[in-house]
């Protein structure tokens, strides 16, 4: 396994320091920030959402969701929903399922970031895989993706005390 070629070829040919984090596969958020030892919160999570009729790459805190109906509001658009994977596998053909990074603009998307994420000095990522992730520091990332700086998250559902 290795990061996904398309990032690593970009973010070699711009010459800014990233760590390759290596971890036990993991498919989801928690069980990502789990396995690299670090708080759910510093784990940027990729969120793809179809608005009208394109498609447009979130990223926000793991520990929050997209508030759709604030992305309506910031997009100007009547039709904001997620994505379904089978509607966008085909948009990272050297990626995992699910495991793309925040570079929309590597697959010609627009990246909208979440404006907690901007508050860290470093931002964590799937890197393409299921078992790999990157930490860079922020400035770089948003220097190298451009990303629209914008807030559109919302608390995860938690489960009340006594409830499993």
């Known amino acids: 396994m290795s990061i996904a070629r398309k990032l690593k070829e970009y973010l070699d040919d711009q010459e800014v320091h990233y760590e390759v984090l290596i971890h ?28 009208e009729d394109r498609f447009v790459m979130t990223v ?8 759709l109906n604030r992305l309506k ?26 495991a793309m990074p925040p570079f929309g603009n590597l697959y010609g ?24 992730a990157i930490r860079m520091r922020y400035q770089d990332f948003a220097a190298l993706v451009g990303p629209t700086v914008e807030e559109f998250h919302q608390p995860l559902a938690k489960v009340s005390e006594g409830q499993n």
């Open 60 to 67: 926000l805190p793991s520990t929050w969701k997209v508030d």
């Open 73 to 98: 509001e910031v997009f100007q658009a009547h039709h904001v929903r997620l994505a379904t994977e089978d509607e966008f596998k085909g948009l990272f053909p050297d990626c995992d399922l699910g």
């Open 24 to 51: 036990e596969e993991a498919y989801t958020s928690p069980e990502i920030a789990h396995t690299l030892h670090v708080p759910g919160k510093d784990l940027a999570k990729v969120i793809m959402v179809k608005v």
């Open 109 to 132: 998307l627009d990246v909208y970031v979440d404006r907690s994420l901007t508050e860290d000095e470093e931002i964590v990522f799937q890197a393409g895989t299921h078992q790999e």
